[in-house]
């Protein structure tokens, strides 16, 4: 028998406990021994359920048992998950996470140091909730230099979008529906602007090159700046707007990656993703382009991930998963200039003088899309190189330039 802990019984803690209660004798299968749920750390007494004997308040007390050979987090944030997981680890236990903010802040350190003690860190959970993508990535994969990672990575920012495109919902109203339906919580910020985005798209990148990309390297732009009419105009260019997290090799080395609202044309699968769905596109020198799509969020289908991992941890116990990157005192982050098409938004109170500069610096070939009565000017870019496109936007006259990029 393998004893686990859990840290926390919220949404994921509380699936997590109930998966492996429920489906014991399956996950005995699996692994062919018995996984038992030793311990639940919580503040808070839950004398309603059936499992109730198994909490406890002390995190000293799964952290001085030797009889508990791993450890899941599910308490999310940094503190005190990174002081608890770190501990568990130099102890020699195993520790499974859904907590992105900690692999994306701390990974690399928790990383080296499940390698000293030969135990697993182990992560699935993190990025895509239930869709397995690092353990595709590291085996399915490996015969594969990858050279992008991309996608549609967060669910509550998709579901707004998708109501602004399918129901000509505005921002705020979409929000609350969000809020309403508990897709969004009553403080959406970590949404919204981005940062929870970001968080999975730097795990992604680190995992894909080896070296750790820190959330504050990264580029980010949440959708608190889209409103219904770039919605209509991006529909009349025949493109939907998504929230992208996107990470490149470049030929130096170096990696763009950054967090952004994108023009994602029609053509392109992504562009179907849609409600709380989350889509992940790597690209592989070999395999050429695979997309991974699934629920990204959810109590069972991210505890279904962390249950993967706890058996993959039962099955490993002397052994380790390679599922790692190293950490660097260099930035391997770096802006690339592009090759693209941009979606140019223009406002100003003077119409005919932005309208003569934009023929003057774009000529006729270019197709605008003019509102006269809104002072507005929305058009596409040829592909060209972004600083070229964006020196060129900024010549025009206009009072309010809102720039996108496109997929």
């Known amino acids: 028998m393998i004893n686990v802990a859990i840290m926390g019984h919220g949404v994921v803690g509380s699936g997590v406990a109930e998966i492996l209660i429920r489906s014991k004798e399956h996950i005995a299968k699996g692994v062919k021994e018995d996984i038992n749920v030793k311990y639940i750390l919580d503040l808070r007494s839950f004398d309603e359920l059936d499992y109730k004997d198994k909490f406890t308040t002390d995190f000293n007390t ?59 860190f ?78 999975k798209i730097c795990i992604l ?22 409103t219904l009419a770039d919605i209509d105009y991006a529909n009349a260019f025949n493109y939907v707007i998504k929230l992208i997290g996107k990470a490149k090799l470049l030929e130096n080395g170096k990696v763009s990656i950054n967090v952004r609202p994108t023009l994602v044309s029609r053509d392109y699968l992504l562009s179907d993703v849609n409600g709380v769905f989350n889509a992940v596109s790597v690209m592989g020198d070999s395999v050429d382009e ?68 934009f023929i003057k610096t774009f000529g006729n070939d270019i197709f605008a899309i003019k509102n006269k009565e809104k002072g507005e000017l929305a058009f596409l870019t040829q592909k060209d190189f972004e600083s070229k496109l964006t020196h060129k936007i900024n010549t025009l006259k206009a009072d309010k330039i809102k720039i996108l990029h496109t997929l």
């Open 205 to 226: 990148a680190s995992l894909a090159f080896g070296k750790h990309i820190y959330p504050k390297q990264v580029e980010t732009v949440g959708i608190t700046d889209i």
């Open 62 to 120: 799964i952290l001085n048992d030797d009889e508990v050979k791993i450890v899941v987090e599910a308490m999310g944030g940094i503190n005190p998950a990174y002081d608890f997981v770190k501990k568990c680890l130099s102890s020699g236990k195993s520790v499974v996470t859904s907590n992105k903010e900690l692999v994306a802040e701390k990974g690399a350190e928790l990383i080296k140091i499940a390698n000293e003690k030969n135990v697993n």
């Open 290 to 357: 695979v997309i991974f799509y699934g629920r990204g969020a959810g109590k069972l289908p991210t505890a279904s991930a962390v249950v993967a991992d706890i058996m993959d941890c039962a099955k490993h116990l002397e052994t380790r998963k390679y599922l790692s990157w190293e950490d660097t005192d260099e930035s391997i982050v770096e802006k690339e200039d592009e090759e693209t098409k941009l979606y140019v938004r223009l406002t100003a109170k003077d119409f005919s003088l932005l309208e003569e500069s």
């Open 122 to 199: 182990l992560f699935e959970a993190s990025v895509g909730g239930g869709i397995p993508i690092l353990r595709p990535m590291v085996q399915c994969l490996a015969a594969n230099k990858i050279t992008e990672v991309k996608g549609i990575l967060n669910g509550t920012t998709n579901y707004i979008l998708n109501k602004m495109i399918m129901d000509n919902m505005d921002f705020d109203t979409a929000l609350k529906l969000a809020q309403d339906n508990g897709y969004a919580e009553k403080n959406p910020a970590a949404d919204i602007e981005g940062h929870d985005a970001c968080r």
